[in-house]
């Protein structure tokens, strides 16, 4: 009897021949966009403390100088992710490299918190260009069989990159100023952009979509409102104050004119019937919901460590060395697991997981042993990387391969969005916590210095050491109060994982669903076979 022939290939030879090599050149792409974030994680206590050390950045502008980075990124990734299907992956990806390295250059030398936020506005406009464009080469340089695995090693890279971030960003601290975390970004942008040219080969959508700019400005108008009134919220330690209620209400409403301006466009940036499929939604809330975690608990742990325990941004880094490392581990063997036993079991247990080292976090004080975090590190780890290979497997083959820039575009704008509310809320919620806690200890000081004084707790402390040993009582309070509200905030995400975990668990499926036979190439598969 005659065997079958094996299907034929789509990818040229020469092209299929040097995948891996290609993937590696990406995967250094997305290295750079990811590893940014993660060293500005460690940075931020370097950059808060006053000239010549750092900026003297207060709480609320440290946490813009992170979200002004994803909000553009998030805002414009369906546009970069349209503009590659149109223009080509090859050149948006080269183009958004080049605006990404300058970016990096003028933040380093930032004069002022506010130059900085500018400037990480720059870095977010050119990663927007970068990360869909990876993704959209990626499924155009592998066979579909190949792709589960190929995603699940793309992930695992947002894990290396998390990883050696703060670690790299320990090092330049311990050696150099603090415009260095981003001045290292520059030759790595070069050596990104001379491997492309070289290896990647170019491709574009045949019938590529209209730009939508009225789109693109509702989504980033929106999304800038409802996080400056979240953040606002924090800094006054008053949610129901006039200003903050009006603005995030004016965000709310122009996201609700996003969508409904969406529904009834010919060519819109978001795909709107996409989210009726509840298995699509599903993996995009969960996708939205790890980086909701991982980039708010990164923020407050950066403060633990450094702050309360006295740890040096080196040793922080190390510290926190678990939570990316488990990342880039399971992330491709997640694959493995869905084959096992399928992608609503695997994504719900990686959801609980972490819901559960969210609520350990409440146990954490002065003293606990050092064990007990990286064991909360690596256990968090694990369970996001159980849920971000397969749900992005999910949005990945949700769409034709000619739409995979809007595809990898919808994807990382939930992350980044994600990303962002979560430094908004649980920045906001820990302010509010800590500035509620240490009011009653700031009653001695000037009426003046009092509101500056309980911003955070590198504010606090920073009064503390100008007082000199009077100020040893008012430094043990402000790692009280922190601790306090590092619990708080720990149990809010922890409430907020869990939801997402009743989520996945009712919608996901519970093997992997077949083909639904509308003519085009596309399936929801979670895994390969």
Do not use: C
């Amino acid at each position: 009897m005659t065997s079958p022939a094996a299907p034929a290939r789509r990818i040229p030879e020469a092209v299929h021949r040097r995948r891996w090599v290609i993937l590696g050149v990406l995967m250094m792409s997305l290295l750079i966009v990811v590893l940014d974030n993660s060293i500005l994680n460690v940075a931020i206590r370097t950059i808060s403390t006053p000239a010549p050390t750092g900026l003297g950045a207060t709480q609320s502008e440290l946490e813009w100088a992170i979200n002004a980075y994803t909000l553009v990124f998030a805002g414009l990734l369906f546009t970069a992710g349209l503009l590659g299907d149109r223009l080509g992956r090859k050149k948006v990806l080269i183009g958004g490299l080049a605006v990404f390295g300058a970016g990096s250059a003028l933040a380093a030398f930032s004069g002022s918190p506010a130059e900085l936020i500018g400037f990480r506005a720059v870095m977010g406009l050119g990663a927007a260009f970068v990360m869909p464009a990876t993704m959209a080469v990626l499924m155009h340089v592998f066979e579909r069989d190949e792709q589960p695995k190929a995603i699940g090693i793309w992930t695992g890279g947002v894990g290396l990159a998390i990883a050696i971030g703060p670690i790299t960003g320990g090092l330049l601290l311990d050696h150099f100023w603090w415009g260095s975390v981003f001045l290292v970004n520059v030759p790595i942008v070069a050596l990104a952009a001379a491997l492309m040219l070289w290896l990647v080969p170019d491709s574009r959508d045949p019938k590529p979509g209209r730009i939508d700019p009225v789109g693109v400005v509702l989504s980033v108008t929106g999304l800038v409102l409802l996080v400056y009134g979240i953040i606002s919220g924090g800094r006054l330690a008053d949610f129901t104050d006039v200003t903050v209620l009006a603005t995030i209400g004016a965000g709310l409403a122009v996201l609700a004119a996003f969508v409904v301006f969406e529904k009834r466009s010919d060519h819109p940036s978001v795909d709107i019937s996409s989210f009726r499929n509840k298995v699509f939604s599903a993996s995009i809330v969960a996708i939205a919901l790890v980086f909701f975690a991982l980039m708010g608990v990164t923020f407050f742990a950066v403060f633990y460590l450094q702050s309360v325990r006295g740890h040096s941004p080196l040793e922080t880094g190390l510290l926190m060395l678990p939570l990316a490392a488990t990342q880039m581990l399971f992330a491709p063997r997640a694959r493995l697991m869905v084959d096992r036993v399928g992608s609503k079991v695997t994504t719900t247990a990686g959801l609980v997981v972490l819901a559960a080292m969210l609520a350990a976090f409440a146990l954490l004080d002065r003293d606990t042993p050092i064990w007990f975090l990286e064991v909360v590190f690596f256990l968090m780890g694990t369970g996001m990387a159980y849920v971000m290979t397969p749900v992005s497997v999910v949005v990945m083959q949700a769409l034709p391969r000619e739409k995979a820039g809007s595809a990898s575009a919808l994807s990382n704008t939930f992350r980044q969005v994600g990303g962002a509310l979560g430094i908004a809320i649980l920045g906001s919620v820990l302010s509010t916590a800590y500035r509620t806690d240490i009011e009653e200890e700031l009653g001695l000081l000037p009426p003046g210095a009092r509101h500056a004084a309980g911003e955070s707790i590198e504010a606090t402390l920073a009064v503390a050491d100008r007082l000199g040993p009077r100020g040893e009582a008012l430094a043990g309070a402000a790692a009280d109060a922190f601790l306090y509200a590092m619990h708080v905030t720990a149990l809010w995400g922890a409430v907020v994982a869990v939801l997402g975990a009743v989520v996945v668990a009712v919608f996901l499926p519970g093997r992997t669903p077949a083909p639904e036979g509308d003519g085009r190439d596309r399936e929801l598969v979670p895994a390969a076979d």
